[in-house]
């Protein structure tokens, strides 16, 4: 890092790029391939969250019920996801001895099930 | 007994159908019975018009307002006294409490005969002012009889009364000249909405005490139109009291006489005096201006219930009346009226620019609404709105109030429930256009977990299958 230091802005451009891509590079290797498949579904649901709330912003808030239903059914799962990604993640294995990926994936399920019969209702 | 058959031959000849709405039963009070024979065609025409009448002396001991804590007579008319006063059975306290039991009063004064104080102080009790000189009388140098009073000029020839505002109807129109001779003048207070004047004095008249001979007047009571010879005083019980300032506009002497107006080219005419003593009679006795209502209704214009021409017709299928309402809801109400015509019920009409009105009020009103005529039944018409309740729960009142001068008071309230919305009665969101991006936002968030659990459900675990020993699980 002093080279890098005494050559100037240009370089640390080029090491930041560097870093990115051996950064992707080490994720798509390393990463579990369900971990994967949890990752692309938090991608997706970030989308589908950030479309309605720029129409909100552009479009107005009415109804207002709706809005925070079709919102909160993408945030909401996302929590859900990201739950499920904790609890079957292989470098937690530690704090999760006594929690299997079946039973991981139950509570996910249940509690997604729960999440939409909210939205729908909320919605009217 | 000549002069009582002329009288039924001339009841015959003028008979009037007519009946009072109110009752039949009248009193005249009235001092000598010779004072009697002097009025005997006004007497005639009451009785042709289906009142019974008793005629009593105010020394009469047998006189009573009440019996049984009842009015004892629907009417009652009293011509003036020689007397100090009324006599104990017509105290100011005992004619206030008759007609706060709803019965109405015809009181005649004289000019002649100084007015008693306890007609003075009964007066006022109404808000009628009479001259505190006691023989005083109305004066005009232009309006008066030639042929009877050419010199004194206190025998009133006017012309028939006109409404006071073009919405209000008017009862006391005759054809030709009302003599009213030696007329006690009488000043209304302006506070009272209850008084209203029927005939008025011309601008031209004033009030004089013929006792003090002045050349000239000073201080005068009161002058022109400020003066009332008839006036008329409805209480909130609709109750009538009518003030005559002239009794002997009553006489049978100036029922036809021939009378002439001052200055050139007048002619002598005849007076109709008759006329416009039965349309005193009739107005005070209530059998003018007395409005009835029949039926009040209202239902939820809504769903099946919608545009029901006819809530008669339809019967037991319609929920008439119902105590509790929705916000946002179409309401129908209707509401029945009658005017009494004669002898019978017929349908009202209010006077052309007025109109019958609907408040729909909790504490002030919501909408106020013209009624619509929508129907006529022989009897009555039936005038309704229809409208939408306001976007505020509460309990509310239908309120029709019709207030007018020489009509009997209207005031019908109906009491109702508003509720708001419950909670299915919210309009759905798929329904509402605006709410499609967020549906469309929770479908595909669902269908996207759906294909995320499928695609889970056949990917490979990302560890092996743990062997769960029995000693490892805690549960």
Redo the contacts between chains.
């Keep these: 890092s002093n080279a890098s230091a005494s050559l100037g802005n240009i370089r640390n451009a080029q090491d930041a790029q560097q870093i990115a891509i051996s950064l992707w590079n080490n994720y798509v290797e390393k990463t579990?391939?369900?971990?994967k498949?949890i990752d692309a579904?938090m991608a997706?649901?970030m989308v589908?969250?950030g479309?309605?709330f720029v129409?909100c912003v552009i479009?107005g808030n009415?109804?207002f019920n709706?809005?925070l239903?079709?919102?909160s059914?993408?945030v909401g799962?996302f929590v859900l996801?990201a739950s499920l990604r904790i609890q079957?993640?292989?470098d937690n294995?530690n704090d999760f001895?006594?929690l299997?990926?079946e039973r991981a994936?139950a509570d996910f399920?249940f509690g997604?099930m729960i999440l939409?019969f909210f939205?729908?209702n909320f919605?009217? | 007994m000549n002069l009582r058959v002329l009288g039924l031959l001339l009841a015959l000849l003028g008979a009037v159908a007519a009946l009072s709405a109110q009752g039949s039963k009248l009193l005249v009070v009235l001092e000598d019975e010779a004072e009697k024979s002097k009025y005997s065609q006004f007497w005639a025409s009451l009785e042709d018009r289906g009142f019974q009448v008793t005629y009593k002396s105010p020394k009469d001991s047998s006189l009573s307002l009440f019996a049984y804590g009842e009015p004892a007579y629907s009417h009652l008319l009293v011509l003036p006294t020689k007397a100090k006063g009324l006599g104990p059975n017509l105290t100011p306290n005992l004619i206030v409490d008759f007609i706060n039991a709803g019965s109405n009063i015809l009181l005649a004064l004289s000019a002649q005969l100084s007015v008693p104080s306890a007609v003075s102080s009964l007066l006022l009790e109404l808000d009628i002012t009479l001259p505190p000189d006691r023989n005083s009388l109305i004066v005009d140098h232009f309006n008066y009889d030639t042929q009877s009073a050419n010199e004194q000029h206190d025998v009133l020839l006017l012309p028939s009364p006109q409404a006071s505002r073009k919405d209000v109807k008017n009862y006391f129109s005759v054809d030709g000249l009302i003599a009213f001779p030696h007329t006690v003048g009488q000043v209304l207070g302006n506070a009272s909405p209850l008084l209203s004047p029927v005939v008025k004095a011309p601008s031209t008249a004033y009030i004089y005490n013929p006792k003090e001979e002045f050349e000239s007047l000073e201080d005068v009571f009161a002058t022109g139109s400020q003066i009332n010879i008839v006036s008329a005083f409805q209480a909130r019980n609709s109750a009538r009291f009518t003030v005559l300032g002239s009794v002997e506009a009553l006489e049978d002497k100036w029922f036809d006489a021939s009378v002439q107006l001052p200055g050139a080219g007048k002619k002598s005419e005849k007076t109709a005096n008759k006329a416009f003593a039965q349309k005193l009679s009739a107005w005070t006795f209530k059998e003018l201006g007395v409005l009835r209502v029949g039926s009040v209704s209202h239902y939820l214009n809504e769903g099946s219930q919608k545009g029901v021409s006819n809530t008669t017709a339809v019967g037991a299928a319609l929920d008439i009346n119902p105590t509790i309402y929705r916000i946002k809801n179409d309401v129908h109400y209707s509401i029945e009226m009658s005017e009494w015509e004669n002898d019978h019920w017929a349908p009202f009409t209010p006077a052309a620019g007025d109109a019958l009105q609907l408040e729909f009020s909790m504490l002030s009103p919501f909408w106020r609404l013209d009624l619509q005529p929508t129907a006529q039944t022989a009897n009555s018409s039936i005038y309704s709105a229809e409208f939408k309740l306001p976007d505020q729960h509460g309990i509310f009142n239908f309120f029709v109030e019709y207030r007018r001068p020489f009509l009997t008071s209207v005031e019908e309230k109906r009491t109702v429930t508003v509720r708001h919305f419950a909670h299915d009665e919210?309009?759905?969101?798929f329904v509402?256009s605006?709410?499609y991006?967020?549906?469309?936002?929770?479908w595909?968030?669902?269908i996207?977990?759906v294909i995320?659990?499928a695609?889970?459900l056949y990917?490979?675990?990302?560890?092996p299958?743990?062997q769960?020993k029995a000693g490892?699980?805690?549960r």
């Design positions: 579990p391939q369900r971990t498949l579904f997706f649901l589908v969250g479309l309605q129409y479009a009415y109804p709706a809005f239903a079709g919102f059914a993408t799962q996801t079957t993640n292989a294995e001895k006594n299997s990926q994936f399920v997604s939409h939205c729908v919605i009217n | 919210w309009p759905r969101s509402i605006g709410a991006p967020w549906i469309g936002g929770i595909v968030t669902v996207g977990w995320f659990v695609v889970w990917s490979k675990p990302a560890q299958k743990r769960l490892n699980v805690k």
